[in-house]
């Protein structure tokens, strides 16, 4: 089994991964730190101090691979079996990421990014022939993370509905 988890930095596919992994024994790679042990990229942006992933030898990495969990912001690029797309409020990225040593720009760009779920549309409008699970980690455990992610394993429904814009308007 493929797995991608992706979302937005600070929905805890870090976390989530490192627990599910140990779940199902199967290896975790860290996009992140694979781009650049690998040279994934195809050059550094140094505007915004990263790599610019190169999706073509990222999928030329996982080419022949089987049981594997690929977390990070591109992975659902990557062709595997399912996508997680970990979600969390726009206010709890903000206090996730406020822990890191990121720029205050960096933060609010992540919270925007999430508030309008940049990345959960990007994996709907192109998941290929994955399924899709969509998971609110915003009231919930890792564990319980990765205790949902293992119910759809197993072939259940998890789908969260998400969707913060109309949650601002509704007053919530
Ligand atoms: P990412 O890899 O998406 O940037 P991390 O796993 O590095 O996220 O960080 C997420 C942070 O949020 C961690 O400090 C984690 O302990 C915390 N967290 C709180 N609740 C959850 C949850 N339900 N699922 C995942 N992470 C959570």
């Given at each position: ?55 073509e030898?990222l999928k030329g ?17 990557i ?94």
């Amino acid at each position: 089994m493929r797995i991608a988890i992706t979302g937005t930095p600070g929905t805890g596919k870090t976390t989530v991964s490192r627990i599910l992994s140990k779940k199902l024994s199967y290896p975790v790679y860290s996009l992140s730190e694979l781009v650049k042990r690998e040279k994934l990229y195809s050059e550094f942006d140094e505007r915004r101090n990263s790599y610019v992933v190169d999706i073509e030898k990222l999928k030329g990495f996982f080419k022949g691979k089987e049981n594997f969990i690929a977390e990070g912001l591109v992975s659902h690029y990557i062709p595997v079996d399912l996508i997680v797309v970990l979600r969390a409020k726009p206010e709890t990225i903000r206090e996730r990421l406020k822990e890191r040593n990121y720029s205050k720009e960096k933060v609010e760009e992540n919270v925007e990014a999430e508030r309008i779920g940049f990345i959960a549309t990007e994996v709907f409008e192109g998941s290929g022939k994955a399924r899709v699970v969509q998971i609110d980690t915003t009231r919930r455990t890792p564990e319980e993370v990765a205790g949902l992610i293992g119910r759809a394993l197993k072939g259940e429904e998890v789908f969260d509905d998400v969707d913060w814009l109309e949650d601002e308007e509704g007053g919530n």
